[in-house]
């Protein structure tokens, strides 16, 4: 049985559509929603909303933990130990934000396979990687290595958002880090990218694959680093984040838009055309271009983000009916084919929504 990690700070009728989508692109799921103590909705009022909707897939955590970004991976635990409690039956869970959305059917015959899928990103000194120096002047984390004794070095990065874990080796992760992921970090970033795929690696993690999100953060990075190559020399030292001249640089391309994801890259993952994708399969975070490492599995790819958080978004309003169109298939057959388990046989095509949603507006860029 798989359950799904969701950490939720949002709209209620986000947080719905959300529900819905992953209703019809991994059916046999459970999520179980962690609500942030700072999110603007009450439970009560969460719970009528999804009642409203229909979203009969999901489990809310008693637990509230107060979010923020660096600091979610709390509120992932609070949800490894409700599944660990409420639900033996559970034999991989998934990681997933938000801002997250699923887009291709068959994840759950990909995930039938043993194993564990994340990152291998490995953090070195010297990383492009915007958040290396504070990872590995990370306090905690050298007190958590230490303990663990033999740890695999550098340490080990993993986008949250698509990965997945045996249960059990989650749970026993959860366990080595125990109090050590309330200890604040001298220097915010995403513990949850660090903390979680360094422990397992070094708990010997067998890594069937990659996450199966793809993320608009490795778009930006590849182009952004690139840039860096040729500017380096005139901004100062590589890598350095701390830099006014690059940190400018950095805030003006993201100001651009040019890496968020769109409906053509969506269309894309739906439609698993990996020879189209395959060129930004793997990534290197050394300015020498070294330390490669792989993004993404090419026919391993089923969601995307970000997707805005709001319900009116042209984007998200497209993810939708991929969704609603998922679920039509879906409810004509016979019951015992509706399953997403590789006995249920060929996952459904599906083809793309309504053409007046298939142009970017000026709201996406």
């Not at 009642?51 to 009969?56: D, K, Q, V």
């Not at 509230?64 to 992932?76: E, K, N, Q, V, Y």
Request: charged share 25%; proline share 7%.
């Amino acid at each position: 049985m798989i359950y799904v990690s969701l950490p939720v700070h949002t709209r209620p009728g986000v947080i719905a559509g959300q529900l819905a989508n992953f209703a019809a692109f991994l059916p046999d799921a459970r999520v179980v929603l962690h609500v942030s103590a700072n999110a603007r909705c009450a439970l009560h009022e969460l719970e009528r909303v999804l009642a409203g909707a229909g979203c009969t897939n999901a489990a809310i955590n008693g637990l509230r933990l107060r979010t923020d970004w660096g600091d979610i991976l709390p509120a992932h635990l609070a949800n490894l130990d409700w599944i660990r409690r409420h639900a033996p039956q559970c034999t991989r869970i998934c990681l997933h934000a938000s801002n997250d959305m699923l887009v291709r059917p068959g994840l759950g015959r990909y995930l039938a396979c043993e194993g564990n899928f994340l990152h291998q990103r490995p953090i070195r000194p010297g990383s492009r990687w915007r958040f290396a120096k504070a990872a590995l002047a990370d306090a905690a984390l050298q007190a958590l290595c230490r303990r663990l004794g033999e740890v695999p070095a550098p340490l080990v990065g993993s986008q949250v958002e698509g990965s997945s874990y045996e249960a059990g080796l989650l749970y026993e992760v959860a366990a080595i880090l125990g109090s050590a992921a309330r200890a604040a970090a001298p220097v915010a970033y995403p513990r949850e990218e660090v903390w979680l795929s360094t422990v397992a690696h070094a708990r010997g993690a067998r890594v069937a694959g990659t996450p199966y999100v793809f993320s608009e953060v490795h778009r930006f990075d590849r182009s952004f680093w690139r840039v860096l190559r040729i500017v380096d020399p005139l901004i100062g030292r590589p890598g350095d984040a701390r830099y006014l001249p690059r940190r400018a640089l950095e805030f003006l391309m993201i100001r651009s838009g040019f890496h968020r994801i769109d409906r053509r890259l969506v269309d894309l993952i739906a439609a698993d055309a990996a020879d189209t994708l395959a060129p930004h399969e793997w990534l290197s975070d050394d300015p020498h271009g070294a330390s490669r490492w792989r993004v993404f599995d090419r026919h391993g790819l089923y969601g995307v983000k970000r997707v805005p958080r709001r319900p009116g978004h042209r984007l998200r309003r497209y993810i939708d009916q991929l969704s609603e169109q998922l679920s039509e298939q879906l409810s004509k057959l016979p019951g015992e084919q509706r399953s997403d388990s590789p006995a249920a046989g060929v996952a459904l095509p599906i083809r793309p929504p309504d053409p007046r949603l298939a142009h970017p507006s000026h709201e996406d860029r």
